[in-house]
Nanobody
């Protein structure tokens, strides 16, 4: 059984911070890249951040650069997303997923999505 469980979402005001967590089970977590994505109602799923399995190199979507930080704790099989300076446009369901490295972040494939955690940012 492969499982990803996101947590940490909530209702906050503009400028506030949240830290999301995604706990993984059912596979060797440390061997996979991990990614965070988000989706607002009526919109396409958007890439937020990713982190490699080994070096811990990171990549961020343009809309969150400088505000969000992705990290991982392989001992806990958990990936985190620290979200600072939140804006109303960050409102979405946030998902984590296993990443299958294909030589670059651009070519990495993602699968085994979690159920998501809702982030709502008021003005």
């Amino acid at each position: 059984q492969v499982q990803l469980v996101e947590s940490g979402g909530g209702l906050v005001q503009s400028g506030d911070s949240l830290r999301l967590a995604c706990a993984a089970s059912g596979r060797t977590f440390r061997t996979y890249a991990m990614g965070w994505f988000r989706q607002a109602p009526g919109k396409e799923r958007e890439f937020v951040a990713a982190i490699t399995s080994g070096s811990g190199s990171t990549s961020y979507g343009d809309s969150v650069k400088g505000r969000f930080t992705i990290s991982r704790d392989n001992a806990k099989s958990t990936v985190y997303l620290q979200m600072n300076s939140l804006k109303p446009e960050d409102t979405a369901i946030h998902y984590c997923a296993f990443g299958y490295w294909k030589g670059s972040f651009s070519y990495t494939q993602y699968g085994y999505w979690g159920q998501g955690t809702q982030v709502t940012v008021s003005s």
